[in-house]
Structures are given as structure tokens and as C-alpha cells.
């Protein structure tokens, strides 16, 4: 029987699977069972069936426990893109399921919109121009905008940039962020001191980064252990006059938290592109407030990043087919145990 992958996903730029197996010379039947992003485990059991490999988003779509013991013939499953937040990897593991992501996606986008959130922050883009739109042009010093917005503007030279999590996304952040002159101070349990002062950053404790930093950057991933690693006391940490970024994942903030904290003045703003929930309801308090920006989830979106994205299924199942490892494999541990059980 040809190797079966099932394609859960499906995705806006069409990228010719087939024609690509036949180049690449490997016998793969593709089946296309697409579900929704808020699909339910059953509904993603029914879907992948017998498939030995599964072409998913596991951000958003369930792989659990439940799920992966439920699917008999798995081997390989790979979430189109960075995230892999609700596939248990202890599960897979337990299941002799190879599990992969796409690392090396949307790093300068991402890493280009922290920017701009950063610089939208400290130069308080969106309010000036949300004052022009309402109340007209101030293109002289005037003691209205003046008194109100001008003061709150200031330079990126100088300043203390805190990066929680130093991951591909902000080491493509660091040579942009440096251009400007920022100071840069890191907090990643997982690297080593020597390894961040080798790549020109100065590693600290989340404290003396909350405490240190103008500017608060999120670039962890989302586990159980960081799920509102930023509240209330992280917040009361940080400097009233500093703002908080978040390009990561929305539940790393507790939302309740951050509201406070904007309408407290214990910081000055924040601006984030994910949030807890996911959407914000139209009555969120949070959307009320000036000095709260957010961006729905969009920066990693740029028409050049699609197309290398959409093949990238095809290219590490063709390897899984060949007998390779996958470029993006996360569960390396599990290399000798599936070479026992799939040969």
C-alpha cells in the first residue's frame, strides 16, 4: 500500500502536493479531509483515519492524547508553521509519532512588526494619527497635541530593550533593534549565559529585565509554565513609563492584569498581536483604552512567506518517505524508538 498523508488543513495558497511526489519519485496517496481550525478531537480522529502522515496546524487544531492513540498508522504529523501549541509531545512520543514544525517560517516578518510595534509605542504613531483624523491637523507645536501627546514621544537611542525568550524570532530582531541603538537585555531559562553573551546580549534574571527595561518584548513559547507568566506582580515591576510587546501568545499575559496595569499607569502602553481570548470580544475593555495597540494577529502575515510555507508539508513528507528526518523534527528523542517500531 502507497504511504498515506492526510491534509486536516488545507491552506490559501494552493501548492501542487501531487505534482511534487511524482517529481521527487516517492509513491504518496494525499487525501484531503480538511477541517476547521476549531475542529474537535473526533472530528480530527474521523478526518486523518488510517493516515500515516498528517498535514495540520497544531496552534489551533487538537492533538491530543486522545487523538494521537486514536490514529493506528500515524508516523509523522506536521503543524504548518511555528506554533505547536496543542499537540502533546509526551503523547507522541508515547505513540512513536514523529512531530514537526515549520521553524524557520515568518522570522523577519515577525521580527519586522515587533519592530514597528515598538516604534508605533515610543512615537505614539496610532494616537497621532487617530488626533489628526478626529480633531485635525496640528502641524505646528500646539499647546493642545503638545501638552498631550509630544511629551509621552521618545527616542529609541539609549534605551533598554528586554527580550523574554530568545528563539529564531528575536535573534532576527537583534541587528534591527541594534540599528537603533537599544541596549539589549535577554531572559531565556534555556540558553546558557555564555551562549547569550556570545551572540551580544546580557542575560538577566525576569526581574531585572521587568525591572531594567524600557521596552518589554515576548518572544516565549506558550506552555502550561508560561501561560500569564506576565501578571499583575510582573507588571508592578515594570517601569510606569515602559511598554509592553507581545508578538508571542496571547495567554502569556494575563489580560485581566494587563488592564490594571494600562489603567493604573504602572506602565505607559503595550501593544500586542495576540491576545487572550483569541479574538478580543467587542466589549473588552482593553479596546477603550489610547495606550493599548493591537493588531489581530498579523505579524506574521506577507505574501512571500505563503508559498514557502504551503510546500513545506510536502518537501518533509517526501523525506519521511525516503526514510530522513525531518528538517523541522521537534521530538528528536524519539529517533530510536520509531526506527524500532516503523523501521
Given at each position: 500500500?502507497?504511504?498515506?498523508?492526510?491534509?486536516?488543513?488545507?491552506?490559501?495558497?494552493?501548492?501542487?502536493?501531487?505534482?511534487?511526489?511524482?517529481?521527487?519519485?516517492?509513491?504518496?496517496?494525499?487525501?484531503?479531509?480538511?477541517?476547521?481550525l476549531d475542529a474537535g478531537e473526533d472530528?480530527?480522529?474521523?478526518?486523518?483515519?488510517?493516515?500515516?502522515?498528517?498535514?495540520?496546524?497544531?496552534t489551533y487544531q487538537p492533538f491530543s492524547r486522545k487523538v494521537l492513540s486514536s490514529l493506528p498508522n500515524c508516523k509523522f504529523i506536521i503543524s504548518v508553521g511555528i506554533g505547536y501549541d496543542k499537540l502533546d509531545i509526551d503523547a507522541a512520543n508515547d505513540c512513536c509519532i514523529m512531530a514537526a514544525n515549520v521553524p524557520d517560517f515568518c522570522l523577519?516578518?515577525?521580527?519586522?512588526?515587533?519592530?514597528a510595534l515598538i516604534l508605533a509605542c515610543t512615537r505614539r504613531v496610532v494616537e497621532l494619527s487617530n488626533w489628526v483624523k478626529e480633531k485635525g491637523w496640528k502641524a505646528q507645536p500646539d499647546p493642545e497635541i503638545g501638552g498631550q501627546v509630544w511629551p509621552k514621544m521618545w527616542k529609541l537611542r539609549g534605551r533598554t530593550l528586554g527580550l523574554i525568550g530568545f528563539g529564531r524570532i528575536p535573534y532576527?530582531?537583534?541587528?534591527?533593534?541594534?540599528?537603533?541603538?537599544?541596549?539589549?537585555?535577554?531572559?531565556?531559562?534555556?540558553?546558557?549565559?555564555?551562549e547569550l553573551k556570545s551572540c551580544?546580549?546580557?542575560?538577566?534574571?525576569?526581574?531585572?529585565?521587568?525591572?531594567?527595561?524600557?521596552?518589554v518584548s515576548i518572544h516565549t513559547p506558550f506552555s502550561a509554565a508560561t501561560t500569564h507568566l506576565i501578571g499583575l506582580n510582573q507588571l508592578r515591576k515594570m517601569k510606569p513609563t515602559a511598554y509592553l510587546v507581545n508578538t508571542a501568545r496571547g495567554p502569556i499575559v494575563?489580560?485581566?492584569?494587563?488592564?490594571?496595569?494600562?489603567?493604573?499607569?504602572?506602565?505607559?502602553?503595550?501593544?500586542?498581536?495576540?491576545?487572550?481570548?483569541?479574538?478580543?470580544?467587542?466589549?473588552?475593555?482593553?479596546?477603550?483604552?489610547?495606550?493599548?495597540?493591537?493588531?489581530?494577529?498579523s505579524a506574521h502575515a506577507f505574501s512571500s512567506s505563503a508559498p514557502g510555507l504551503a510546500?513545506?508539508?510536502?518537501?518533509?513528507?517526501?523525506?519521511?518517505?525516503?526514510?530522513?528526518?525531518?528538517?523541522?523534527?521537534?521530538?528528536?528523542?524519539?529517533?530510536?524508538?520509531y526506527l524500532k517500531k516503523w523501521g
Open positions: 500500500m502507497p504511504f498515506k498523508a492526510v491534509d486536516v488543513l488545507g491552506f490559501s495558497v494552493v501548492t501542487d502536493y501531487e505534482g511534487m511526489f511524482r517529481e521527487a519519485g516517492v509513491e504518496v496517496e494525499l487525501a484531503r479531509n480538511f477541517c476547521s472530528d480530527i480522529i474521523r478526518a486523518v483515519g488510517d493516515g500515516d502522515a498528517v498535514i495540520a496546524q497544531a523577519e516578518e515577525v521580527s519586522d512588526h515587533t519592530m532576527a530582531l537583534l541587528p534591527k533593534t541594534k540599528g537603533f541603538g537599544l541596549r539589549i537585555i535577554v531572559h531565556d531559562p534555556f540558553l546558557s549565559r555564555e551580544g546580549v546580557e542575560p538577566v534574571s525576569l526581574d531585572e529585565l521587568l525591572e531594567q527595561s524600557d521596552i494575563d489580560p485581566d492584569a494587563l488592564y490594571t496595569a494600562l489603567t493604573e499607569g504602572l506602565i505607559a502602553g503595550a501593544a500586542l498581536d495576540v491576545t487572550e481570548p483569541e479574538p478580543l470580544p467587542a466589549g473588552s475593555p482593553l479596546l477603550k483604552l489610547d495606550n493599548f495597540i493591537v493588531t489581530a494577529h510546500a513545506r508539508p510536502a518537501e518533509e513528507i517526501i523525506r519521511v518517505v525516503r526514510g530522513e528526518w525531518p528538517v523541522g523534527l521537534i521530538n528528536r528523542q524519539i529517533k530510536e524508538a
